[in-house]
């Protein structure tokens, strides 16, 4: 953690959610979320923002899962930062490895992505990480260093941009890197940060996610560097995401 900053839970609930049992799930993680240090972020899929803007009551925050990086036009399928914004949201999760795979996406395009979020008042949840041949090849800091400097705009520590380190091997598989190797990475992040935006970077919140649960939660978030985590599977069940939450302070 670093001292002076608020830690951020935030809960990526990707294509999961009816109206019915996210109303329920949103109010049980604000009943649960009140008063704690860290605060408490779920990004729902976009359909569920403005139904669960008044579960959240102004405890837990809401974001998109992704924007386009054009303000409005023939984008069939595709939701803008402003519709977001106007939505109920207040961040947007860019450049997931799941949509940085499934859709192609380059950090170049994150980038253009981030800064229509920060046009529209949004602020931008960066994610980064290294898949699995890059680690084994002894690779993973200089891979995941090249997608921070790329992906991150002009203005993103003006605007409290957040970063998401996120191995792309420990998404969803139950498995972690070690604490070392967390340290390590978001070290070197703080300090690419702290390089790029020298008024804010030393500020920002550094995520770590990753098959972040319950029993892992209080040693990972104790790691230095580490301001909050990005929560995927474990962000559905609301003892789970609230018991990470707790365990940020
Ligand atoms: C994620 O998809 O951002 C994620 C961290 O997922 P999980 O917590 O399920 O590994």
């Known amino acids: 953690m670093t001292p002076g900053v608020r830690p951020l839970i935030a809960g990526n609930w990707k294509m999961h959610g009816l109206a019915a049992e996210a109303q329920a799930l949103a109010r049980a993680v604000a009943d649960g979320a009140a008063g704690l240090k860290a ?14 803007t008044q579960a959240c009551a102004g405890v837990v925050a809401l974001g998109g899962q992704d924007c386009h990086e054009a303000a409005k036009g023939a984008h069939t399928g595709d939701i803008s930062a402003a519709m977001l914004k106007d939505a109920g949201a207040s961040y947007v999760i860019l450049g997931h490895s799941e949509r940085r795979m499934a859709y192609r996406e380059t950090s170049h395009r994150v980038r253009a992505k981030a800064e229509a979020a920060m046009a529209a008042g949004l602020i931008p949840v ?13 690779r993973a800091e200089e891979v995941v260093a090249e997608q921070m400097a790329e992906s991150l705009p002009d203005g993103f520590g003006a605007a409290g941009g957040v970063v998401a380190y996120e191995p792309v091997w420990a998404i969803g598989t139950g498995r ?16 690419k ?34 301001d909050g985590a990005l929560v995927g599977g474990a962000s559905l069940v609301a003892e789970d995401f609230l018991a990470i939450a707790r365990a940020a302070g």
């Open 126 to 138: 960066v994610c980064v990480g290294e898949p699995e041949d890059d680690r084994l090849l002894g």
């Open 176 to 191: 972690t890197p070690t604490e070392a190797d967390i340290t390590a990475m978001h070290a070197m992040l703080r300090a």
């Open 39 to 52: 605060e408490v972020l779920i990004c729902p899929p976009a359909t569920l923002i403005a139904p669960l």
């Open 193 to 226: 940060l702290a390089e790029a935006f020298p008024a804010e970077g030393a500020g920002l919140r550094l995520l770590y996610g990753g098959s972040v649960k319950p029993g892992n939660a209080a040693a990972i978030l104790a790691l230095p560097h580490v």
